[in-house]
Every structure is written in C-alpha cells, then in structure tokens.
C-alpha cells in the first residue's frame, strides 16, 4: 500500500531542505537500499569523490561486520534501517513487525554506536500496524520521491 499524498512527510523533505543549504536551493537526498552491499566500497569512493552524503538503508541479514560500515560513519552519511530480512512487513502482524523492525534498528545501533532515527519499510510497503511500531520506537519512515526499483 502507497501512501502518496504524504509524500511531505515519508520524504521528509521539509526537515533536509532546512539543512544549511542557502536560500532558494533545492536539496536532493541521495540514499541506498539493500545494503550494506559489496559494492559500498566502491560507492563509497563515488561519494567521496564528487562530496555528497548519501542516507543508506540496511538490511540485519547483510550485516557484515567486515563491510566498511566505520567509513560510512566518518565520511559523514548516515545509516537507517531496513528490516531484518526485506520481508513485506505489511504481511505480518503487529508483533512480527515490530519485532522485526526494533531487531533490525538495534544491531545497528549496536554495530554503529549511533542511534537510529529512520527507517525504510521494504518495497515501500507499510500499513497501520508499521506506522504504530515506528512510532512506538521513535523512528522517522523514509519513502522516496524518485525510486528504482526496490
Ligand atoms: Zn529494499
């Protein structure tokens, strides 16, 4: 289920475009599901490269503790979840998810040292329930304005 009239609020575009960006520029938020991937070093450079911080989405089920995720850290990007096995949340019960979700959130607190504050429901799929646990844990959704395919 889509939520599109929200799109303010899943994007959460009203809280970046505050970020020191001067008067009359558009900000763009760049972000990357799925991982942390085997790619990321590589993504990493790319980023760094051309000085953009990116939003990445990670899964629990990719959670090396070999993946450069200290890099990611340093090099100022931030780290959200994204479930614990790219499961449609909206398939489970209230408990599933939020076992689901608060499990994902904190191995990656525990991995990072940082505390999570978004979270990507897989497929951007979510329902009433998803919104509930969110809430409950104090996460922001994050959806996209522009996507490939998840
Ligand atoms: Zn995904």
């Known amino acids: 289920m889509y ?9 959460n575009k009203k ?9 009359g ?28 911080r990116a939003l990445f989405f990670w899964q629990s089920k990719l959670l090396h503790v070999k993946r450069p995720w200290k890099r990611v850290i340093e090099e100022r990007h931030m780290i959200g979840g994204h479930s614990l096995r790219h499961r449609v949340l909206t398939r489970l019960s209230y408990r599933d998810q939020l076992h689901d979700i ?11 040292g940082q505390e999570m504050i978004y979270f990507r ?4 799929q979510f329902n009433e329930d998803t919104l509930d646990v969110l809430k409950k844990l104090n996460v922001m959704p994050f959806l996209w304005e522009v996507a490939g395919l998840d």
């Not at 520029?25 to 000085?51: A, M, N, R, Y």
């Open 121 to 124: 429901p897989p497929f951007g």
């Open 25 to 52: 520029t558009k900000s763009l938020i760049l972000t990357f599901d799925d991982g942390p991937s085997s790619v990321l070093v590589e993504l990493l450079d790319i980023l760094k490269k051309h000085q953009v």
């Open 102 to 112: 608060s499990t994902n959130l904190k191995q990656l607190e525990s991995l990072t």
């Open 3 to 11: 939520d599109w009239e929200n799109k303010e609020i899943w994007t």
């Open 15 to 23: 809280n970046w475009d505050k970020q020191d960006s001067p008067k």
